[in-house]
């Protein structure tokens, strides 16, 4: 009898490996629309903060009408630093600024208008509220986003086609001056009762049609290509349909937009959006530490309890997370709120701090191809990049990862390998205690996280099983955490 012995040399690596050459298995195919390369990195995001603050802040409006004078915006002691300060220390990973609210007034010296921070007496007139949140958010580690309103209640030519213009030379200036963007964000708030430039009058436009989005957000794209765009329909990113702060259980990434567009949409298509949509138009989800988006007196932030809630009901239902910080007359984030941000991110940095699944052991019901590139462990290593998956025709699946000791549990993390799509439709997991198998957690939709909350069980083997996958699962990550301050609710 002669043994055949073949010699592998594998590419980029010297070593000299013994046995037969294993056939490559290919990966699964993009299943149905599938995120963008800044849509992915905006995914990452995760948790960011809005920032709301104008003249409103010291006239004690949520919308300006338009005629307020330049001279009302006097902050006596701003310092954007301590809002980036606030901002990282909470876990945020970027700040959006209200550039222009519906009021017009610009919070960058516009060449274009003389309503702005030129002629207010704040630094004589010298100030740029913009600029010193660029270099905040860049000595911070912050990504800065913009919004800038589409209504200008202040302006002329609002409603006339001249208006567009301006508002085009707006958005040229603070996208091309003020360094990179993260997102360009745009209200659904559209005409209605305004100064006009001293006409007074109530002013309609139909918001389908006058601001030319399409050749709009081609220039946005020319200035900013990384940026994200947020509407009420995208085209990047869509509104969830509500400011208190949750995403439905079920909240795909994928919608079909036809008949959308800024400022009329389905509210309950823009929360649950659509299985099998053909474009990738993720949920965000805006809401206010405060009740009001501007800071007024003798408001309470929200509890710790509340943004918790908040947090796993966005961010752990696969949405980014978009909390409102209102600066107060003085230009400071007020004390209170700073406490209940530092608070709350300590919560959750302790919480998501110690991975207990990383690197156990894990088998799944089956592996695609039987490949080492698809495997189970996959899951479990701590990367995002590495995923497990299915054969084409396995719909159905489970995994089992063994915590080798019984290990006390409350949270569990697990993420779709969303670059191929979302797919999966329904899930449950299990938990292996003292008194056997029991059920903890069951969901629908996955996508690019979700988290569930539970009581805390004993448990020596975690079970994951897809109950109902629209095409062959991929799963990236499956975490397990111990959260320390455990609230009643769960999801």
Same mark, same amino acid.
């Given at each position: 009898?002669?043994?055949?012995?073949?010699?592998?040399?594998?590419?980029?690596?010297?070593?000299?490996?013994?046995?037969?050459? #294993?056939?490559?298995?290919?990966?699964?195919?993009?299943?149905?629309?599938?995120?963008?390369?800044?849509?992915?990195?905006?995914?990452?995001?995760?948790?960011?903060?809005?920032?709301?603050?104008?003249?409103?802040?010291?006239?004690?409006?949520?919308?300006?009408? &338009?005629?307020?004078?330049?001279?009302?915006?006097?902050?006596?002691?701003?310092?954007?630093?301590?809002?980036?300060?606030?901002?990282?220390?909470?876990?945020?990973?970027?700040?959006? $600024?209200?550039?222009?609210?519906?009021?017009?007034?610009?919070?960058?010296?516009?060449?274009?208008?003389?309503?702005?921070?030129?002629?207010?007496?704040?630094? &004589?007139?010298?100030?740029?509220?913009?600029?010193?949140?660029?270099?905040?958010?860049?000595?911070?580690?912050?990504?800065?986003?913009?919004?800038?309103?589409?209504?200008?209640?202040?302006?002329?030519?609002?409603?006339?086609?001249?208006?567009?213009?301006?508002?085009?030379?707006?958005?040229?200036?603070?996208?091309?001056?003020?360094?990179?963007? $993260?997102?360009?964000?745009?209200?659904?708030?559209?005409?209605?009762?305004?100064?006009?430039?001293?006409?007074?009058?109530?002013?309609?436009?139909?918001?389908?049609?006058?601001?030319?989005?399409?050749?709009?957000?081609?220039?946005?794209?020319?200035?900013?290509?990384?940026?994200?765009?947020?509407?009420?329909?995208?085209?990047?990113?869509?509104?969830?349909?509500?400011?208190?702060?949750?995403?439905?259980?079920?909240?795909?990434?994928?919608?079909?937009?036809?008949?959308?567009?800024?400022?009329?949409?389905?509210?309950?298509?823009?929360?649950?959006?659509?299985?099998?949509?053909?474009?990738?138009?993720?949920?965000?989800?805006?809401?206010?530490?405060?009740?009001?988006?501007?800071?007024? %007196?003798?408001?309470?932030?929200?509890?710790? #309890?509340?943004?918790?809630?908040?947090?796993?009901?966005?961010?752990?239902?696969?949405?980014?997370?978009?909390?409102?910080?209102?600066?107060?007359?003085?230009?400071?984030?007020?004390?209170?709120?700073?406490?209940?941000?530092?608070?709350?991110?300590?919560?959750?940095? *302790? /919480?998501?701090?110690?991975?207990?699944? %990383?690197?156990?052991?894990?088998?799944?019901?089956?592996?695609?191809?039987?490949?080492?590139?698809?495997?189970?462990?996959?899951? #479990?290593?701590?990367?995002?990049?590495?995923?497990?998956?299915?054969?084409?025709?396995?719909?159905?699946?489970?995994?089992?990862?063994?915590?080798?000791?019984?290990?006390?549990?409350?949270?569990?993390?697990?993420?779709?390998?969303?670059?191929?799509?979302?797919?999966?439709?329904?899930? /449950?997991?299990?938990?292996?205690?003292?008194?056997?198998?029991?059920?903890?957690?069951?969901?629908?939709?996955?996508?690019?996280?979700?988290?569930?909350?539970?009581?805390?069980?004993?448990?020596?083997?975690?079970?994951?099983?897809?109950?109902?996958?629209?095409?062959?699962?991929?799963?990236?990550?499956?975490?397990?955490?111990?959260?320390?301050?455990?609230?009643? *609710?769960?999801?």
């Amino acid at each position: 009898m002669r043994i055949f012995m073949f010699l592998i040399f594998c590419a980029g690596c010297s070593t000299v490996c013994h046995g037969a050459e #294993t056939p490559t298995i290919e990966a699964p195919q993009p299943f149905g629309a599938i995120p963008s390369a800044r849509q992915l990195q905006w995914h990452k995001m995760e948790f960011y903060g809005f920032l709301h603050f104008t003249v409103n802040t010291f006239t004690g409006k949520e919308w300006g009408y &338009g005629d307020e004078s330049e001279h009302v915006f006097n902050p006596t002691a701003l310092d954007t630093r301590q809002w980036a300060r606030v901002a990282r220390d909470a876990g945020m990973k970027g700040l959006i $600024f209200t550039a222009k609210h519906h009021d017009g007034f610009c919070l960058w010296p516009s060449k274009h208008t003389e309503h702005s921070v030129k002629n207010a007496p704040w630094k &004589g007139g010298k100030g740029d509220v913009l600029q010193e949140l660029s270099k905040a958010c860049g000595k911070f580690s912050l990504k800065m986003g913009v919004y800038l309103s589409p209504w200008d209640r202040n302006h002329a030519e609002y409603g006339k086609p001249e208006y567009i213009d301006y508002y085009r030379k707006q958005l040229t200036d603070v996208l091309t001056n003020y360094g990179e963007v $993260f997102e360009v964000w745009h209200d659904g708030a559209n005409g209605g009762d305004g100064y006009y430039g001293g006409a007074r009058e109530k002013r309609s436009i139909d918001n389908k049609t006058y601001y030319k989005w399409q050749e709009t957000w081609a220039m946005i794209r020319k200035l900013q290509p990384n940026a994200v765009i947020f509407s009420d329909a995208g085209p990047d990113c869509r509104w969830v349909g509500n400011e208190k702060g949750y995403a439905p259980d079920t909240c795909w990434a994928t919608i079909n937009p036809k008949g959308m567009y800024p400022g009329h949409a389905d509210r309950k298509v823009l929360g649950h959006g659509t299985p099998n949509g053909n474009v990738w138009r993720p949920a965000e989800v805006d809401v206010s530490l405060r009740r009001g988006w501007f800071f007024h %007196e003798n408001q309470a932030p929200k509890t710790v #309890t509340e943004l918790l809630n908040i947090y796993y009901n966005s961010v752990g239902h696969g949405a980014c997370l978009l909390l409102n910080l209102t600066p107060d007359k003085r230009g400071l984030i007020p004390e209170q709120d700073v406490k209940r941000m530092q608070e709350f991110g300590a919560i959750i940095a *302790q /919480t998501f701090k110690t991975d207990l699944a %990383e690197g156990k052991p894990a088998k799944a019901s089956n592996v695609r191809g039987g490949s080492r590139t698809f495997a189970v462990a996959n899951v #479990t290593d701590g990367k995002r990049n590495t995923y497990w998956a299915t054969d084409d025709n396995i719909l159905h699946a489970s995994i089992t990862i063994d915590l080798q000791k019984q290990t006390r549990i409350n949270r569990i993390r697990v993420q779709e390998f969303i670059p191929l799509g979302q797919r999966i439709k329904s899930f /449950t997991i299990e938990a292996h205690t003292n008194n056997g198998w029991e059920k903890v957690a069951e969901g629908t939709t996955i996508g690019a996280r979700r988290i569930l909350r539970f009581p805390s069980v004993h448990a020596d083997i975690i079970r994951l099983h897809i109950n109902e996958s629209l095409a062959c699962p991929t799963i990236s990550t499956i975490e397990m955490y111990l959260a320390t301050t455990e609230d009643t *609710q769960t999801d």
